[in-house]
């Protein structure tokens, strides 16, 4: 077999390089989107309900929240949301506007 030539290695490399990077781990940081706690940086972060942050994530629409309430709080899309009733009352029991 003929030596291969300097683009022809170039090329494999980087094919090498690509498809390594596409069966690599990968982690969110806060506020990203997620499907599973292995997505986020699983020292600090849960991956949870985008909806319902103080819930578990189904697989759907999903973003790594901080597991410490406190630093939960300092990302807009991890804080918990109080939605509408049909009688217009939040959950809060205050009235919605």
Do not use: H, K
């Amino acid at each position: 077999m003929p030596p291969l030539e300097p683009p022809t290695i170039m090329r494999w490399t980087a094919f090498a390089l690509l498809f390594a990077m596409g069966f690599g781990c990968t982690m969110q940081s806060s506020g990203q989107r997620c499907q599973q706690n292995a997505d986020c940086n699983t020292d600090t972060d849960l991956c949870r309900n985008e909806a319902s942050p103080e819930r578990e994530c189904n697989g759907l629409a999903c973003i790594c929240c901080p597991a410490d309430p406190v630093a939960a709080a300092t990302i807009t899309a991890c804080l918990p949301r109080v939605g509408r009733s049909d009688s217009g009352v939040t959950d809060t029991g205050a009235r919605a506007d």
